[in-house]
Each structure stands twice: as C-alpha cells, then as structure tokens.
Antibody
C-alpha cells in the first residue's frame, strides 16, 4: 500500500535551517509529482511547494520562495524540503503529498517544525 | 487569508444534510478541477472528492461534490457523528500553485 513518512522535524531558532524528508513506498515514485503542505497550529492548510515527477521543475508559495527548496531523489523514493532563514510563522506541521495532476491522493502523517528562541 | 473562501463552520443534526461552499475566481476554480479533503481531529487530511465530483474507492456515496463557474460545493447526507471534522477545498491556480480554502468545521449536533 502507498505510504508517505515524513521525518526531520524539530525545534529550531529563528534564522536557522532544517531539512525535512519524506520517504515513500508502495508505488512507482518516479512517475509522480510531490508536494509539501503545512498547517500552523489551529490553522488551515497552506500549500508550500511542488516538484515535478522528474525533478525538472519546482514551484513555491510566495511565503517561502527564496528560503525553501524542494527536491527529490528518485533512486531513494524520497522528497525533501530544505528550509532556511526560518521564521516564527513557519511553525507548523508539514505534510508531504502525492500529486495526481488535479488533486493529491495520499498524505503523510506530518512532521512538526517549531521555530522558537 | 486563503485564496478560496469557505464558511468557517456549519452544523446540522444527525441524519440531516449539509452543504459546504467553496468560492474562488476565474484564475482557480473556474478553469480547474476541485478536490475536497476531510481532516478528522488529530489526523492528516484525507482525499474525499476529486475532479469536482468523483469519489475515491472507500468513500461512501453520502459524500458528493459539484462545481459551477467560480464556486464548488461539498454535500454530505445522512450525517453521522463520525463526520465531525474540518473540510477543505483545493484546486490549482493559474500561477501553477495549489490553492486551498480556509477550511470548514462541521459539527454534528
């Protein structure tokens, strides 16, 4: 069955960096685009970034552009989110999702990132 | 502030029907498919409706989706206490970004 498992969350100081990973299994990873979405405590969903199936292109939300980088390793069936220059407002649960062109059909369980001094 | 507009909350009695609206514009909903996600308390979101009105395997037909112009709606009939959750609409935007609604909290009284 399809599984997405995020890791790498934790507590980081403002201005710091963190790298999230999303390990996948149960499907042919190289055929699917992948997204990151986040949810601040008590808030709604905010889309963060997408990487195409072959890694040839990426798109970002304005709120993270220039600070976050999405990437993937098709040999490891994994997608990553490198987060730099972290701010208090980046505190959230981060989910990875599998892209199906018009929707996302599988979500991971989420990784909590807390930006605090 | 979310790109798509949803009511913050809706409520209805068990067995009744409820509709959750999702409003956008011609840059997102009007020219793209809409999907809906259910987030039960303390869990990750789950796909409920895709391509405006299709249900993934395992989703009961009590859940339905529709779209007209720049708006979409999620309908739930035969409400159950287990349907209490947050519901989100989503779609692509013409700027190649994904847009979500702010979410609607469903309370089954």
């Amino acid at each position: 069955q399809v599984q997405l498992v995020e890791s790498g969350g934790g507590v980081v100081q403002p201005g710091g960096s963190l790298r999230l990973s999303c390990a996948t299994s149960g499907f042919t990873f190289r055929k699917y685009g992948m997204h990151w979405v986040r949810q601040a405590p008590g808030k709604g969903l905010e889309w963060v970034a997408v990487v195409y199936y072959d890694g040839s292109d990426q798109h970002y939300a304005d709120s993270v552009k220039g600070r976050f980088t999405i990437s993937r390793d098709n040999s490891k069936n994994a997608v990553y989110l490198q987060m730099n220059s972290l701010r208090d407002e980046d505190t959230a649960v981060y989910y990875c999702m599998r892209d199906r062109t018009n929707f996302c059909d599988y979500w991971g369980q989420g990784a909590l990132v807390t930006v605090s001094s | 502030q979310s790109v798509l507009t949803q009511p913050p909350s809706v409520s209805a009695a068990p067995g009744q029907k409820v509709t959750i609206s999702c409003s956008g514009n011609n840059s997102n909903i009007e020219n793209n498919y809409v999907s809906w996600y259910q987030q039960l308390p303390g869990t990750a979101p789950k796909l409920l409706i895709y391509d405006n009105n299709k249900r993934p395997s395992g989703i009961p037909d009590r859940f339905s989706g529709s779209k007209s112009g720049t708006s979409a709606a999620l309908g739930i009939t035969g409400l159950q206490t287990g349907d209490e959750a947050d519901y989100y609409c989503g779609t692509w935007d013409s700027s190649l970004k994904v847009a979500f609604g702010g979410g609607t909290k469903l309370t089954v009284l």
